[in-house]
């Protein structure tokens, strides 16, 4: 198990950026994919971007393709979602996600993948 704590949300204007951070701690940290989800009031949580264990693939959902980018640093175990040209349609709880089992292209946007969770930092953004 690795327990995650997100930090960097809060209220910006429309086009400005964000970095959110999600701190690990636990064991082996660099085994685990690391994802990021949003959850808006009223809406299912989404898949935004994850990461895999060997930093060679990242994925994103098409909504935040070319403005939001994810990585990590494994020595300092955590993971980072850099949010650039914010809309309001960004506004949500943004949770970080690890899972250590093997994963693709398609079970990495899946929820269910992961099964660590950090407790979400909010996002608003206004226009």
């Known amino acids: 198990q690795v327990q995650l704590v997100e930090s960097g949300g809060g209220l910006v204007q429309a086009g400005d950026s964000l970095r959110l951070s999600c701190a690990a701690s636990g064991r082996s940290f660099s085994s685990y994919t690391m994802g990021w989800f949003r959850q808006a009031p009223g809406q299912e949580r989404e898949f935004v971007a994850a990461?895999?264990?060997?930093?060679?693939?990242?994925y994103y959902a098409d909504s935040v393709n070319g403005r939001f980018h994810i990585s990590r640093d494994n020595a300092k175990n955590t993971v980072y979602l850099q949010m650039n040209s914010l809309e309001p349609e960004d506004t949500a709880v943004y949770y970080c996600a690890a899972t250590g089992a093997p994963v693709n292209s398609i079970s990495v946007r899946r929820n269910w993948t992961y099964n660590n969770w950090g407790q979400g930092t909010q996002v608003t953004v206004s226009s």
């Open positions: 990461i895999n264990r060997n930093v060679v693939n990242t």
